[in-house]
């Protein structure tokens, strides 16, 4: 049994603090000295794996399929406003047809295409319609906000291409 008078104990408990922190400072050294790269490297990866996986899990909003990375979603953009200030929304109508699992004319990569569904009436969209959608660009984000198919929003059909949208206030 060894007894340490009080003076030996401060000693040993001041070499142990300072143990601690020369190992505390070796590690927090060699974690942000020598793996900065490799810490750099991973997070690069994990965030370009992340947006992958969301870049592949983003479904088509007229079929429900998955969509794989390259399979895009066939869409006509009429930009209604002029560019304005970075701040503002910018304002747009577009025309989504489907993906290419769904789309009418395209070759289906599964064999079988899929039946294009309006999300606003849930009706099937015959292969010469189309989904009408308002697309909001708020800097760099897009927000597509679905205003209905040729079916839902029969009659809107303007004659000779031309489209005047004049209720987007009323809504
Ligand atoms: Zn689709
Ligand atoms: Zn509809």
Do not use: W
């Amino acid at each position: 049994m060894v007894v340490y008078s009080e003076g030996e104990v401060q000693v040993i408990q001041a070499t142990l603090l300072v143990l601690l922190v020369i190992l505390i400072t070796a590690l927090v050294y060699s974690l942000v000295r020598l793996r900065r790269t490799d810490y750099s490297n991973l997070a690069n990866y994990m965030a370009d794996r992340s947006r992958e996986g969301l870049h592949m899990m983003r479904p088509c909003p007229l079929c429900g399929t998955l969509l794989n990375r390259g399979e895009r979603v066939h869409t006509i953009v009429f930009s209604g406003d002029p560019p304005g200030r970075r701040d503002q929304p910018r304002e747009a109508l577009v025309h989504m047809f489907g993906c290419p699992h769904c789309r009418p004319g395209s070759v289906a990569p599964l064999g079988t295409r899929a039946p294009r569904i309006c999300p606003v009436c849930k009706g099937v969209i015959p292969s010469e319609g189309y989904v009408i959608a308002r697309m909001f660009t708020r800097e760099t984000r897009k927000h597509v906000h679905v205003l209905g198919c040729t079916e839902c929003r029969g009659g809107r059909r303007g004659q000779g291409g031309q489209r005047n949208e004049t209720d987007g206030n009323n809504r």
